[in-house]
């Protein structure tokens, strides 16, 4: 993983390339000031100013041979939304795409855009040999230089969740998510606790059922961490960590598993909020619960039709056992409301009728606390990680009866699959517990500047500036 911290320095007038801020508002009158050899290029390349274009122009005029402070081979134009105030993705498009160098805004401040900076400059590389690269492109800055701890701790966060779900199941078993959490855990002086194979069998029987046909190689285990004072307000964060997602006897087609190394994408977002929890010392006691399995098939596997007990002591029938999710976090969600926690974050990617209802790039959000919900949406509003609440709709609880056990884990028929997934989990979470639930799809199919597809974290950035505003540092 690059080293985001060398992407941003401080403006200490060292030589650097500028960067002129335009939206279509402003580019005329822009375009007026300039020679006739600009204007000639801007034409030519067809350069109005849209939001994510970019143009290379060459310097034009004499530079004052006592400032220091200009690289004059070229400058660059970029078109913007609002020239005035920079949204997350505005440099997106720069980063990573202009020749390295050194580079400072003129006229604009970056204190809003420095995540959209940084992380384009990120690329999955652990599978293939690239050729030789150019280097980083470097951006100074000054009034924002409060800013840039956060944007790195963003950018790293988010780089981790990509990684994550991009690695293959192979080498993304449950024993590299344990291992994942474990150095977490040493690096931030956190307490760590593994219950792995058959001991879950007790005490976490939906966890130990979904895993067990996976039991010799990729044996199923509940991974904990605890971190912070021991009277801080406690929250509680919960990622669902299917590692590979078969379907179990309910095979998936082998399209529909083309891209089950994703099924890990929930925990993923939940060690990524933890990381950026405890990095920023947020004064909460934080307990992170990532139930780790492999939804395969053996002679050991889940049946349609067998009935589970849980922790809470709920009995489930299986009604689909590509519906496993829900049972591993069922266990965790139950454990994490144990502890009489404020508030519990899960994240999950839980159905496909979350996608069909809102596509790839909107999370679904479930939430049972209005203030809470309606913070985590104008969270999202503004670090552009968009959210859109669905509804606990009571009413459908009924379609996950079961004539043999207290509940099934699946409804009849395609109809509201999300919200039918949503009121399962909530049957395991305390009533009074303000609890959000994350249906988030944890992958880009197409790319978009500072985005490429594969892994992407999906309601990330805008649960951590909910929990900033909520928990804010001393």
């Known amino acids: 993983m690059i080293d985001f911290n060398t992407l941003i320095e401080a403006d200490k007038g060292q030589a650097a390339r500028t960067i002129h801020i335009l939206d279509v508002h402003v580019f005329e009158d822009w375009l007026k000031d300039q020679s006739d050899a600009v204007r000639s290029i801007v034409k030519a390349y067809k350069f109005s100013a849209n939001p994510e274009s970019y143009l290379i122009l060459p310097t034009t005029g004499k530079k004052d041979k006592d400032d220091k402070s200009l690289q004059d081979d070229f400058a660059v134009v970029a078109g913007v939304k609002n020239h005035k105030k920079l949204d997350p993705w505005a440099l997106a498009k720069l980063a990573g795409r202009l020749p390295e160098g050194k580079y400072r805004l ?7 855009a420095l995540f959209g900076w940084l992380i384009p400059q990120h690329e999955f590389t652990q599978y293939k040999d690239l050729p030789d690269q150019q280097g980083p492109s470097i951006l100074l800055v000054k009034d924002e230089i409060g800013q840039v701890d ?9 780089a981790l969740v990509r990684d994550m779900v991009n690695t293959p199941a192979a080498d993304m078993g449950p024993n590299k998510i344990e291992d994942i959490v474990e150095k977490l855990a040493d690096a931030n002086n956190a307490e760590c606790k593994v219950t792995r194979g058959d001991t879950l069998a007790e005490n976490f029987p939906m966890i130990h059922g979904v895993g067990k046909a996976a039991m010799r190689d990729h044996a199923p285990r509940l991974i904990e961490l605890k971190w912070g004072k021991q009277d801080a307000p406690k929250i509680a964060i919960v990622g669902k960590g299917v590692t590979f997602d078969s379907g179990g006897l309910s095979m998936k087609s082998p399209a529909g598993m083309l891209i089950m190394k994703k099924d890990m994408g929930g925990a993923a977002h939940a060690i990524a909020l933890a990381k950026l929890i405890m990095e920023a010392k947020l004064p909460v006691r934080l307990h992170l619960l990532v139930p780790a399995v492999e939804n395969s098939v053996d002679g050991h596997a889940l049946r349609p039709g067998d009935v589970l007990n849980s922790r809470k002591g709920l009995t489930v029938e299986i009604g689909n056992t590509d519906a496993e999710g829900r049972l591993v976090l069922g266990d965790a969600l139950t454990l994490a409301g144990e502890e009489e926690p404020e508030l519990i974050l899960d994240f999950a990617t839980l ?3 979350a996608r069909v209802a809102l596509g790839p790039d909107l ?6 606390d209005d203030d809470m919900a309606a913070g985590l949406i104008d969270a999202g509003d503004l670090e552009d990680d968009p959210l859109w609440r ?3 709709w009571s009413r459908y609880e009924y379609r996950l009866k079961s004539p043999i056990a207290d509940t099934n884990n699946v409804a009849v028929g395609a109809f509201a699959g999300c919200i039918t997934a949503a009121l399962f989990l909530k049957k395991f979470v305390p009533k009074k517990t303000p609890w959000a639930h994350f249906d988030t799809y944890a992958w880009r ?14 309601g ?5 500036r909910y929990l900033k505003s909520r928990y804010p540092s001393q």
């Open 363 to 368: 999370p679904a959000l479930f939430c049972n």
């Open 150 to 158: 956060e944007a790195v701790r963003q950018a790293a966060a988010t």
């Open 460 to 464: 990330l950035r805008a649960s951590w």
């Open 351 to 353: 159905t496909g009728a």
């Open 106 to 112: 003129a006229g604009a401040s970056a204190k809003d």
């Open 445 to 458: 199919p197409a790319s978009k500047a500072g985005r490429p597809k594969g892994g992407e974290a999906l």
């Open 390 to 392: 669905m509804p606990l």
